[in-house]
T-cell receptor
Framework: EAGVAQSPRYKIIEKRQSVAFWCNPI?????LYWYQQILGQGPKLLIQ????????DSQLPKDRFSAERLKGVDSTLKIQPAKLEDSAVYLC??????????FGPGTRLTVT | QKEVEQDPGPLSVPEGAIVSLNCTYS??????FMWYRQYSRKGPELLMY????GNKEDGRFTAQVDKSSKYISLFIRDSQPSDSATYLC??????????FGEGTQLTVNP
C-alpha cells in the first residue's frame, strides 16, 4: 500500500513570498490533516478535512494560510505572504480511523 | 501550562537497555493515548495506541496509562540502535484533535 505522498520535500523562499504544498493521501482515507512541526516541537494541527469538508481549522492562521481538498482526495496548503516564523516542516496525514493517522514525509520550509 | 509535557532529552542508552519514556498531561478528558516514532527527516509513525487506563504490549514495546496520575509511559525492552529516533506522545478526547508532546530524542549506542 502506497503511503502519503507530499511535494516538494524542501522549499526555501524569502519572507513575503507565497508557497504551496501538495499532499496525496492513502487511497480510501476520508480524513486528511495538515500539521505544522517547528524544530524541537511536536506537530500542531492546522486543518482537518473529512472528505471535502473542513472539520477543524481553529488553529489555522487564516490571514495568511489557506487549504483546500479537491474532490475529497488531494489537498494543497498555501501560505501567502510567508513570515520568518513559518519556517517549519509541514506534515500531511490521512486516516481511516481517528486514532490511526499515517503521516507523509513532510515538506521542510525555510523562510529567509 | 502546556496540556502535554514531555522531557525532550536527549536520552542516550547502551544497546540492550530498557528505555522508559514518559509524558504528563493536564486535561482529564483525554481518553486516547498514542506513541509515535519519528526518524530524522521522516514523518511520525504510529507505534502504540491505548484507550483509557491500563497496559498494552506489542513485541518489545509496552505502553502504560495511569489516568489517576495523568501520566503515560512507553517502555522499550532490549533496545536496538534502530530504535534511535524521536518519540512523541499524543492524546485526544473523544472528539478533539491530537495534542502532541514535544518529543524525546533517543539514541541507542551499539
Amino acid at each position: 500500500e502506497a503511503g502519503v505522498a507530499q511535494s516538494p520535500r524542501y522549499k526555501i523562499i524569502e519572507k513575503r513570498q507565497s508557497v504551496a504544498f501538495w499532499c496525496n493521501p492513502i487511497s480510501g482515507h476520508a480524513t486528511l490533516y495538515w500539521y505544522q512541526q517547528i524544530l524541537g516541537q511536536g506537530p500542531k494541527l492546522l486543518i482537518q478535512f473529512q472528505n471535502n469538508g473542513v472539520v477543524d481549522d481553529s488553529q489555522l492562521p487564516k490571514d495568511r494560510f489557506s487549504a483546500e481538498r479537491l474532490k475529497g482526495v488531494d489537498s494543497t496548503l498555501k501560505i501567502q505572504p510567508a513570515k520568518l516564523e513559518d519556517s517549519a516542516v509541514y506534515l500531511c496525514a490521512s486516516s481511516p480511523r481517528p486514532y490511526e493517522q499515517y503521516f507523509g514525509p513532510g515538506t521542510r520550509l525555510t523562510v529567509t | 501550562q502546556k496540556e502535554v509535557e514531555q522531557d525532550p532529552g536527549p536520552l542516550s542508552v547502551p544497546e540492550g537497555a530498557i528505555v522508559s519514556l514518559n509524558c504528563t498531561y493536564s486535561n482529564s478528558a483525554f481518553q486516547y493515548f498514542m506513541w509515535y516514532r519519528q526518524y530524522s527527516r521522516k514523518g511520525p509513525e504510529l507505534l502504540m495506541y491505548t484507550y483509557s487506563s491500563g497496559n498494552k504490549e506489542d513485541g518489545r514495546f509496552t505502553a502504560q496509562v495511569d489516568k489517576s496520575s495523568k501520566y503515560i509511559s512507553l517502555f522499550i525492552r532490549d533496545s536496538q540502535p534502530s530504535d534511535s529516533a524521536t518519540y512523541l506522545c499524543a492524546m485526544r478526547t473523544s472528539g478533539s484533535r491530537l495534542t502532541f508532546g514535544e518529543g524525546t530524542q533517543l539514541t541507542v549506542n551499539p
